[in-house]
């Protein structure tokens, strides 16, 4: 297949790969694109550099995820584009440019899973997979104002995906369309192994809230009391008693000791050119010494407990996706570190480290651009959660988008 209309800049070439789906099943007739770090038999796989791309064989087998749709008849045409190597937020890559946010073509759409995001928001496909470790799909979700999941980890399969941060890694989705995001999960996440208790109550989670400004609380808030009437029930907590900075800390060393310990070889054997963030990254990721990944682990678990004793059968948590807006292209990187990059992967890194589902809400605007509303669950409360976002978008609109 021919590579797909493509105004956004949203798909690969180098690599371009097509399949049909099966002509039968409950995604028959949708189109879809995969990130270029799922494996597709044929085709190498870039991840979003061009050494790597050059250094690496095509691959020998399909990644299960994309088989799961493919046989659930929905077309995959082509594989989408993801920042270098996966270590960023922003969508932005020196090698292959940035795809367009098609909510506002000066601000950048969010990445990793930039064009997977970019080409949903544009309707260019009816979905798009990705993958997050520290906010690749939510956070570019928000951004563009689409539906966007981060799965339960280990729900998904990540058979024939190049790892990253293997204990925070998932493989999630972008839809505009409730139906279609929903089927997409029935598909992926297969039925409850046990009976889930319907979502009835919001907690609020106060100290994600306090991180952003007011302008942006106050935007989100029409979206919460809309949560809350569908419920019924809220209750206002403090998640994190040592401090939403605190389990960021913890979530970075643990995730820069995985990504080292996948990719740091590769780095050092080829040298590649790396961009802005993506170097400065892998370089402090370099030095993280295995004293400090063993406190980090340790504290990992104490807020495992933590979350796990304040999440009750049926909690639904609520908090804001990002704590601003999509950010303006060719932001000088020291100001997209610490005043976006750092400050989102606060509210991020709650369900990275908890293995938690949450999905993007496209529900809110400020400045007349996409602001995104969370919903979370407990581990393996996944398909509550999607039958909630349909719910809510039938009290909102029709649809989302």
Request: charge should be negative.
């Amino acid at each position: 297949m021919t590579l797909p209309h493509d105004p956004l800049g949203a798909f690969c070439r180098a690599n371009h790969i097509a399949l049909a789906g099966a002509t039968e099943g409950p995604l028959a007739g949708l189109t879809f694109a995969v990130k270029d770090v799922f494996h597709i038999k044929g085709a190498r796989t870039g991840f979003g550099q061009p050494d790597w791309l050059e250094t690496h064989e095509p691959a020998t087998e399909t990644a299960l995820a994309v088989r799961q749709l493919l046989d659930a008849g929905a077309t995959m045409v082509g594989k989408t584009h993801t920042d270098e190597l996966a270590y960023s937020l922003t969508g932005e890559n020196v090698h292959f440019g940035t795809p367009v946010n098609p909510r506002d073509p000066t601000r950048i759409p969010g990445g990793s899973s930039n064009g997977s995001v970019a080409a949903v928001a544009g309707g260019l496909v009816d979905f798009a997979i990705g993958t997050d470790c520290g906010g690749s799909v939510r956070l570019p979700a928000s951004y563009c104002g689409v539906l966007g999941i981060r799965p339960t980890h280990g729900r998904v399969s990540l058979q024939g995906v190049i790892p990253f941060g293997p204990s925070f890694d998932v493989a999630g989705w972008f839809a505009r369309e409730p139906g279609v995001f929903e089927s997409v999960g029935r598909v992926l996440l297969g039925q409850d192994e046990q009976t889930q208790t319907a979502p009835r109550r919001l907690v609020y989670v106060t100290d994600a809230f306090d991180m952003v400004d007011e302008a942006v609380s106050s935007a989100l808030a029409p979206a919460v009391e809309t949560v809350h009437e569908l419920l019924g029930e809220r209750v206002d907590i403090t998640l994190s008693t040592e401090g939403l900075w605190t389990w960021f800390e913890t979530f970075r060393v643990i995730q820069a000791a995985e990504v080292w310990g996948n990719h740091g070889a590769w780095v050092s054997e080829v040298r590649p050119k790396l961009g802005p963030g993506i170097k400065e990254r892998f370089e402090w990721a370099a030095g993280v010494d295995a004293g400090q990944v063993t406190e980090h682990r340790a504290r990992r678990q104490a807020i495992i407990q933590q979350l796990d004793e304040r999440l009750e059968p049926g909690d639904v948590l609520c908090l804001p996706t990002s704590p601003r807006i999509a950010p303006l292209k060719d932001t000088p990187t020291d100001r997209i570190e610490v005043e976006y990059r750092n400050q989102a992967m606060c509210l991020l890194c709650i369900a990275g480290l908890g293995g938690l589902p949450q999905i993007n809400l496209p529900l809110c605007e400020s400045q007349k651009l996409p602001l995104g509303l969370s919903i979370m669950g407990a581990r393996a409360y996944d398909l509550p959660l999607l039958a909630l976002a349909r719910r809510i978008a039938g009290v909102k609109s029709t649809h989302y988008a």
